[in-house]
């Protein structure tokens, strides 16, 4: 069974950085589109950064300059570099992969807490 494991959230000051990690372990194959999505309370999950098979990136326009996201093949993992953390960053951070023919996984969250 195919399951992914986010870490490396916590609890930061405005302007502080943190660096997610998402690993991917069971039979996976054809790995696709790797990407971060965060939900606030109250809000819905939204998009935050992608990466395609080949490494293009894409970033919604709040996190553009801020958030880097990269990822390992080899290792099968995903990670997202978040740089000047603001308030506003606080959310649930959900990894997803898209997998195989038409397969997509989700991991279970790593929060990130941005307050002074």
């Known amino acids: 069974q195919v399951q992914l494991v986010e870490s490396g959230g916590g609890l930061v000051q405005p302007g502080g950085s943190l660096r997610l990690s998402c690993a991917a372990s069971?039979?996976?194959?054809?790995?696709?589109?790797m990407a971060w999505y965060r939900q606030a309370p109250g809000k819905q999950r939204e998009l935050v950064a992608g990466i395609t098979s080949v490494g293009n990136t894409s970033y919604r326009d709040s996190v553009k300059g801020r958030f880097t996201i990269s990822r390992d093949n080899a290792k099968k993992t995903v990670y997202l570099q978040m740089n000047s953390l603001n308030p506003e960053d606080t959310a649930l951070y959900y990894c997803?992969?898209?997998?195989?023919?038409?397969?997509?996984?989700w991991g279970q969250g790593t929060q990130v807490t941005v307050s002074s």
């Open positions: 069971g039979v996976i194959f054809s790995i696709k589109t």
């Open positions: 997803n992969v898209q997998w195989g023919f038409s397969y997509n996984t």
